[in-house]
């Protein structure tokens, strides 16, 4: 197709499209002409996830770009994929996340860190040393103990069960796709996306068991 | 204690104190005299909670003032505090979230809205009728779809049972707190800053469930 139907079926302007080729989000249509170009189906269900990326997600485009380089370098190998989509996008913090790279404070951090770490030894999980979702624990840890809250490691172990049971149902759904790289872009799609419908879930089901053990 | 004094013990600024005051997030002090006053423990404990609420988890000044006024107003009871704070706060969908009050795309929305109202019928949940929550799951649905996964809300409902044990973990800890408005002070820090803490948990997890299935 061309760029204008590549435009209509997704919604996405021209001018945008263009933009994502010229930044390597989208990769170059065939040439069929010095400056036409055809696209494919591959193309419009990629740009569809680029604008779920930025769009919904609020992604910025550099990182859309390490989660589908992701994608292509590794498609074939699904955990190396998975590790590379969890750790190309940091665990989103709101406006607090610009302190997260400060290098004077590395005295304080090293209490909050190793208390992740203890967490991960008492799971017993295998897990790369560092990854930024590591640092958001130990903040939140860091920021709820500021506030006067009694919350160590040991508070998250229940929570880290639960995580667990949601990660086998992560991936048992990995399982249903054939092709490899559907396999990846459903990864990101459970991934990232899912994120808000989590939140949310819980939101509703604390509503519910509030509802149940204080009203009525 | 006076300002200056609240000011070192916060770490946050005179200046970023009397905004919080102006835009009545603080509660004002106890005059001492024209031009000063004195503050209490409980500002101080105040003040961490604001500085968490707009610096770690990037809510603005309107919603932190609908959650600490839904604190102030329905300390005493607690399933009230849960409802405002739940429905205050809209769970964070990025840079997306701009779409969500459009009124031209009521014929768009149905389909997505009864979805969700499926799964709450299917989980048998207490909640009311159109939260936040709800319109983030059926916003979910439909980017899924627009990607081309098979995804509906019966693949949410496992998810929702996993939502389910945490809303229990999460009542449970404010047992504990005999001040009702301590507890419901508790509610804001489990409901809204433990959220990137439990993203973060999921990640871990899934990469550890990837390592065991699919290296070594």
């Known amino acids: ?18 933009f994502y080729l010229r930044e390597g989000l989208l990769p170059a249509g065939r040439a069929t002409a010095a400056t ?11 740009l569809r996830l680029i604008r779920a990326l930025i769009g919904v997600r ?9 989660v589908l380089g992701a994608v292509s370098e590794y498609g074939t190998d699904l955990h190396q994929v998975l590790g590379l989509v969890l750790g190309a996008r940091p665990v989103d913090t709101g406006a607090g996340a610009e302190s997260e790279d400060g290098d ?18 008492e799971m017993g999980w295998e897990i790369s040393p560092h990854s930024a979702a590591q640092s958001v624990i130990a903040e939140t840890l860091e920021t709820m103990r500021s506030l006067g809250a009694d919350y160590g490691w ?12 949601t990660a086998v149902l992560d991936l048992d759904q990995l399982k249903e796709e054939e092709d490899l790289l559907e396999r990846a872009e459903r ?30």
């Open 58 to 66: 609020g992604l910025t485009v550099q990182q859309t770009r390490d």
């Open 104 to 121: 004077g404070d590395g005295d304080e951090k090293e209490p909050g860190r190793s208390e992740v770490d203890e967490l991960v030894a």
């Open 36 to 46: 036409q170009a055809e696209y494919s189906e591959q193309h419009l269900r990629r």
């Open 187 to 216: 990864a990101i799609l459970l991934t990232i996306l899912l994120e808000p419908a989590l939140l949310a879930l819980r939101r509703l089901a604390q509503e519910n068991e509030s509802a149940k053990r204080h009203s009525r």
């Open 154 to 165: 040991r508070s998250l172990v229940p929570y880290a069960r639960i995580a667990e049971e």
């Open 1 to 18: 197709m061309r760029i204008s139907e590549l435009s209509r079926r997704s919604g996405v302007s021209n001018a945008t499209i263009k």
